[in-house]
């Protein structure tokens, strides 16, 4: 069975410097991995994801993530934090179910806070 | 990239009452639907798998005939949420996926708050 854990609920973090949001997962195969975020009252949108392609993928908003199999983590990085990044961010892995098909499996979600 | 429009945004209706919310693909066509539940501060946990001409597939724990779900089109899904309790209050969100490979991302609704008073 495939899981997504985030290991920070909150994360805080001055303007201008750099963000990084955490996500591990577990899965019995291959998965494809994303990143969206959400601001308050809003459906998510997708800021990258990685989909066996390349390792180190760049999304919208200056976002990056890096997949490493050896770690089993995605995580979220950006060089400088903006204030219209403080939002909630959810890791998300698409994997394949028994039976066919394939799910999305959701994790908790890592609220950030921009501060000047 | 696809576009996925949900209305209405947000509703407040009387406990009893029914509330429809509608998801829909507007340029692509969705075969499968999915919906969504969010509580306060907490992820997204699925509902159910709204499928186009048959009948939705449900999560564990979801009263099917409490949310009736209706795929009539390619373009449009429909969740009704059938004599509301405050209990029901919540944020409702729809998504779909342009193909069903695993490495096709979702796109979501904007979401409908639900406030049932």
């Known amino acids: 069975a495939q899981s997504v854990t985030q290991l920070d609920s909150h994360v805080s973090v001055s303007e201008g410097t750099p963000v990084l949001l955490r996500c591990n997962y577990s899965?019995?195969?291959?998965?494809?991995l994303f990143w969206y975020v959400q601001h308050p009252n809003k459906g998510l949108q997708l800021l990258l994801k990685?989909?066996?392609?390349?390792?180190l993928v760049k999304g919208i908003n200056g976002f990056e993530a890096e997949f490493k199999k050896s770690e089993t983590s995605f995580h979220l990085t950006k060089p400088s934090a903006h204030m219209s990044d403080a939002a909630e961010y959810f890791c998300?892995?698409?994997?394949?179910?028994?039976?066919?098909?394939?799910?999305?499996?959701f994790g908790t979600g890592t609220q950030l806070k921009v501060e000047l | 990239g696809a576009v996925v429009s949900q209305h209405p945004s947000w509703v407040i209706c009387k406990s009893g009452t029914s509330v429809k919310i509608e998801c829909r693909s507007l340029?692509?066509?969705?075969?499968?639907m999915f919906w969504y539940r969010q509580f306060p501060k907490q992820s997204l946990m699925l509902m159910a798998t709204?499928?186009?001409?048959?009948?939705?597939?449900?999560e564990q724990g979801v009263e099917k005939d409490k949310f009736l779900i209706n795929h009539a089109s390619l373009t449009l899904s429909t969740l009704t949420v059938t004599s509301a309790h405050p209990e029901d209050s919540s944020f409702y969100i729809c998504?779909?996926?342009?193909?069903?490979?695993?490495?096709?991302?979702?796109?979501f609704g904007q979401g409908t708050r639900l406030t049932v008073v």
């Open positions: 340029d692509f066509q969705a075969t499968t």
């Open positions: 709204s499928n186009e001409g048959s009948k939705a597939t449900y």
């Open positions: 998504s779909a996926r342009v193909g069903d490979k695993m490495n096709t991302e979702a796109f």
């Open positions: 899965s019995s195969y291959s998965p494809s």
């Open positions: 998300v892995v698409s994997d394949r179910v028994t039976g066919g098909g394939n799910k999305l499996t």
């Open positions: 990685y989909t066996s392609a390349a390792t």
